[in-house]
Nanobody
Framework: VQLQASGGGLVQAGGSLRLSCTVSRSIYAIGNMGWYRQAPGKQRELVAG???????NYVDSVKGRFTISRDNAKNTLYLQMNSLTPEDTAVYYC???????????????WGRGTQVTVSS
């Protein structure tokens, strides 16, 4: 199972990007999902999470600007990022708790990351 992230790129401050993360194959169930980011010289941080019941949480610095969502039918996670600032520059990673078959346990999977660069 792979998580394929896309949508990163270079954008000017104030601009928008939409990240997507798709599970590469058919699986039994997906639980909680989230977007993390890691800027140069900094630890990876949780940006936004969405639980299996649809509830969400955000780090304070992105509240009101970013929106996380999921399409369970497509096994895809999204992150709509608006009003971007240079401080949002980082590699963004998606994460999902996946149960591949009903006989297996639930494990955390990570995407490879997609670079987001915001110029001032």
């Amino acid at each position: 199972v792979q998580l394929q992230a896309s949508g990163g790129g270079l954008v000017q401050a104030g601009g928008s990007l939409r990240l997507s993360c798709t599970v590469s194959r058919s699986i039994y169930a997906i639980g909680n999902m989230g977007w993390y980011r890691q800027a140069p010289g900094k630890q990876r941080e949780l940006v936004a999470g969405i639980f299996s019941d649809g509830s969400t949480n955000y780090v304070d610095s992105v509240k009101g600007r970013f929106t996380i969502s999921r399409d369970n039918a497509k096994n895809t996670l999204y992150l709509q990022m608006n009003s971007l600032t240079p401080e949002d520059t980082a590699v963004y990673y998606c994460n999902a708790d996946i149960k591949v078959t009903r006989f297996q346990g639930t494990y955390a999977y990570w995407g490879r990351g997609t670079q987001v660069t915001v110029s001032s």
